[in-house]
């Protein structure tokens, strides 16, 4: 027979969901990170990580943004993080202290690893811990397929839970009910070519898509290029986020066969996204 503490049958967002009911989040839109900092008796820190982090810490010259030390019970996170990736940061962190199968030890986060698609496995469930406490787990769900897939949803969420447009764009899509894909494009570096003034090329960086979409259609996009029109629209200056252009756009599956989506694309003056959902008749 094996013995198992009952501690560890706890699922991560069943922990997600008692962290924010004791932290008293149930009444707030957006999670406040120092509430549950108290309940958890965890110090957060904030110092420029550049001059006072000792060399030993860095790894491969990469900057670290966060960190913890499981037995000091501290947080600290870079002076330089702004708002939003700041309070991502200290939620990530609240997760390696919190999830019971991760090492009671340093954690010294970077940029890579809270990224969307870090392959290190303690980095990926810190990233979705984290993202539970951010959306309040299912609330976001229940909300999010309340509203129409559109960049004014984005737009209207992530100020309500504070939270990046892309992630919030990327859970919008990813606990959808309905079938949505969500491409991000990222501007290629075309400094190398010989033209100064020569348009700027958005390519796909990376596609998330709902599970009705991926039975439906397919799981990812080979390769995808903002169409030039497009981009000198959404990328106006002064242009909101919230503002998405409407086109149809043709995408050619495994088979080679062509499929008619509905593409909105909108812009937040880092990337440019595209929801595709079928073709309205
Ligand atoms: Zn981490």
């Not at 009952?6 to 932290?23: F, G, Q, T, V």
């Not at 030390?69 to 993080?81: G, H, I, K, Y």
């Not at 503002?243 to 003056?269: I, S």
Request: some cysteine.
């Amino acid at each position: 027979m094996e013995f198992k503490a009952s501690y560890l049958e706890i699922e991560p967002h069943e922990l997600a969901h008692y962290l924010l009911r004791e932290s008293g989040q149930q009444g707030r839109d957006a999670v406040n990170p120092p509430d549950i900092l108290k309940v958890l008796r965890l110090q957060h820190v904030t110092f420029d990580f550049k001059v006072e982090l000792p060399h030993e810490i860095r790894e491969e010259g990469v900057l670290p943004r966060a960190l913890l030390c499981f037995d000091e019970r501290l947080v600290a996170t870079d002076l330089s993080l702004r708002r939003k990736r700041a309070r991502f940061s200290v939620l990530h962190e609240i997760a390696h202290y919190v999830l019971p199968n991760h090492q009671h030890a340093l954690y010294v986060c970077d940029d890579r690893g809270m990224g969307p698609w870090t392959r290190l496995r303690f980095e990926r469930e810190a990233n979705e811990f984290a993202a539970d406490l951010l959306f309040h787990g299912d609330r976001f769900t229940l909300e999010t397929n309340s509203h129409v897939i559109s960049a004014a949803t984005v737009k209207l969420l992530a100020e309500k839970y504070r939270a990046s447009y892309e992630a919030t764009a990327r859970r919008l899509v990813e606990r959808n009910f309905r079938p949505c894909m969500l491409i991000i494009f990222e501007k290629k570096d075309r400094r190398a070519q010989i033209s100064v003034d020569i348009e700027a090329v958005w390519t796909k960086k990376y596609t998330v898509a709902s599970a009705p979409f991926k039975a439906a259609y397919f799981a990812d996009i080979q390769s995808a290029v903002v169409p030039a029109e497009v981009v000198a629209v959404v990328t106006t200056p002064g242009r909101d986020v919230g503002e998405g252009y409407g086109c149809r756009v043709t995408v050619r599956d495994q088979t080679d066969e062509r499929r008619l989506f509905d593409g909105e694309f909108f812009y937040n003056r880092h990337n440019v996204f595209c929801f595709l959902s079928p073709p309205k008749k």
